[in-house]
């Protein structure tokens, strides 16, 4: 199986980020963070760093997977954030296989109403995640569904068409799950958005058949790397101490490029994981945070840019880049190569013209000076992919702790959560 292959273009290494050799406050952070790793490791299922390790995930996903394929002819999933977003990664990168998953991760009416609409649900299966339970978002698509799933099941069929992820018996959706006799597949210790490799990812990505054991191979030989006492071969602790530095240095707007449809619902799932742990108060009350942008080659050449590439000096890129891509699509036949516009394009490919832009494009960057990194992965390589989820979710957790932030927790949502559910009582 192809490795991940780094490419590192000045991101760890430029005069952004100040003296390779870290301070000894970063070194006795690194320290630390090298034993934490350990002991994540150690504690199996009860750390995102422990995934790879444990085979009980797995298991259980690919015992509910065949279950599902069973009863079902397709699976709905309904989850937000962190319930979600790992799953839809996976899915559109490793695959959406020859089984239908439907994910639904928002209340908008229109869209749910639609989603769901004439569904029959003696042929489908309902996943309901939501770690804590309480969900306002996900507790209202499953009470809105439960009739017509009840009108078409009956209480007993129900049981079979169902299952719910959850960590909290007592939660909301505990609760719920347990008067209605449907099963609970236990949720693992780890935060929503560090979930990707549990059965919160997995099991949505075995029923619509990525290879979950070459997954989770590539997550756990990446995270070995991660734990290499030497900065040089640890590419985790490198990374990370360039995150603070870029951070300290106001390089913290972190922008992810993916070159390759597939690929673009990585920087989404990077894009909450790196919001959610990293922007917020240190103990002092100080704010902290890189703030992630999601960004889409070759369209949002046509539409970003311009800002990247003559605007403030306080951006650094991350490309993911669809190996192989280049040498795919259809001809541009030689017709009116007599006009300058359509000459260069004469007798290329459309993947050699993305390759061009790809390359164009980070070369202008790399050329203007700012912090470059690329990731070149294949999607369907799903390998390659647990190597990517490890390092970035390492890179979030180690810069976190430069940082002197918890990135496990998420205070700052709370407020709009109590907000909102004022409005409620008010209408
Ligand atoms: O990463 C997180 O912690 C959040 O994005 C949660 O996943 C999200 O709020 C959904 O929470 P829950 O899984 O409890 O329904």
């Not at 007592?170 to 929503?192: E, F």
């Not at 190996?323 to 260069?344: C, F, N, W």
């Amino acid at each position: 199986m192809k490795k991940l292959a780094l490419e590192d273009q000045g991101f760890t290494h430029s005069n952004h980020i100040g003296p390779a050799e870290p301070t000894p406050e970063e070194q006795t952070i690194l320290e630390a963070q090298l034993r934490q790793l350990a002991a994540w490791k150690a504690s199996g299922n009860n750390a995102f760093f422990g995934l790879p390790f444990v085979k009980g995930e797995m298991k259980k996903a690919l015992t509910w997977a065949k279950r599902i394929r069973k009863r079902a002819k397709q699976l709905v999933v309904f989850g937000i954030g962190g319930s979600s977003l790992g799953a839809e990664m996976l899915l559109d990168v490793l695959g959406k296989g020859d089984f239908p998953v439907m994910l639904n991760d928002n209340v908008d009416p229109e869209t749910l109403a639609h989603n769901l609409e004439g569904i029959d649900w003696r042929e489908t299966f309902l996943l309901v995640v939501s770690k804590s339970g309480g969900t306002a978002e996900t507790l209202s698509q499953l009470l809105t569904t439960l009739p017509a799933m009840e009108k078409q099941l009956g209480r007993k069929g129900l049981r079979k068409q169902m299952a719910a992820i959850t960590e909290n018996p007592d939660g909301a959706l505990g609760l719920i799950a347990h008067d209605l006799k449907i099963p609970i597949i236990v949720h693992p210790h780890v935060g929503g958005r560090f979930s990707v490799l549990s059965v919160v990812g997995l099991l949505p990505g075995a029923v619509a058949g990525a290879n979950i054991k070459q997954l989770l191979k590539g997550a756990a030989a990446m995270a070995q790397r991660c734990m290499e006492p030497e900065l040089a071969d640890n590419p985790a602790m490198q990374m990370s101490l360039a995150q603070h530095r870029m951070a300290q240095k106001s390089r913290n707007i972190s922008v992810q490029m993916a070159y390759g449809d597939r690929l673009c619902k990585i920087p989404q799932w990077y894009a909450q994981l790196w919001a959610e742990s990293l922007g917020k108060q240190t103990e002092n009350g100080e704010a902290r945070g890189l703030t992630p942008v999601a960004a889409r080659g070759v369209t949002d050449q046509h539409s970003q840019l311009q800002l990247y590439a003559e605007g403030p000096a306080d951006k650094q890129f991350t490309f993911l880049h669809h190996d192989g891509l280049g040498s795919q699509g259809m001809t541009i036949p030689p017709r009116y190569s007599e006009i300058p516009a359509v000459k260069p394009l004469s007798g290329r490919t459309t993947g050699q013209l993305f390759e061009a832009e790809f390359k164009g494009t980070r070369d202008a960057l790399i050329h203007s000076n700012a912090p470059v990194r690329t990731f070149h992965l294949q999607p369907g390589n799903a390998y390659a992919l647990g190597e990517l989820i490890i390092l970035l979710e390492t890179e979030t957790a180690i810069t976190g702790a430069l940082m002197k932030i918890d990135p496990f927790d998420q205070p700052g949502v709370e407020d709009s959560k109590v907000r909102a559910r004022q409005y409620l009582a008010e209408m």
